[in-house]
């Protein structure tokens, strides 16, 4: 089991406070020079905004200067930490476990490994689309 390893970010912005809305860490920062711990992955998507987010320590430069990986869960059951990119393409020409990791990623949903490729696509279309809107007789 490996550790995660943990990057200091300070808020660099204007806000008197603001609230991560990138990457997904949940961390809020109490206005300019506020400092918060997140995970690598999410210090490289946050330090894609510059005018927003900074290192605080210089020392984690080498640690975030690669690129944003997602984790895959191969059909054997072995976790492997992939490109972001490769989320990037078509659903029909993603795997299983791609489908699974973009859901989880960009959707915040879980799905389930036993779905087929189809259903798991679908149920990616379906979240994308977003809640039906109310009918007149729904309304409370």
Do not use: C
Not at 82 to 97: H, Y
Not at 111 to 116: D, I, M, N
């Amino acid at each position: 089991m490996t550790a995660i390893v943990l990057i200091a970010l300070m808020y660099v912005g204007k806000k008197p406070w603001t609230f991560d809305n990138v990457a997904g860490s949940g961390k809020a920062w109490d206005g300019p020079g506020d400092v918060q711990e997140v995970t690598v992955n999410q210090a490289r998507r946050l330090l894609q905004h510059p005018d927003q987010w900074a290192l605080a320590n210089q020392e984690d430069a080498a640690l975030v200067s690669g690129e944003v990986t997602v984790q895959v869960t191969e059909p054997s059951g072995k976790t492997v930490e992939v490109p972001a990119t490769v989320l990037k393409k078509p659903f029909e020409k993603m795997s299983k476990p791609e489908l699974a990791a973009y859901a989880k990623t960009e959707l915040k949903l879980d799905l389930l490994p036993a779905l087929s490729k189809a259903a798991m696509i679908n149920a990616i279309e379906e979240a994308l689309k977003g809640p039906e809107p109310m009918t007149e007789g729904e309304v409370a």
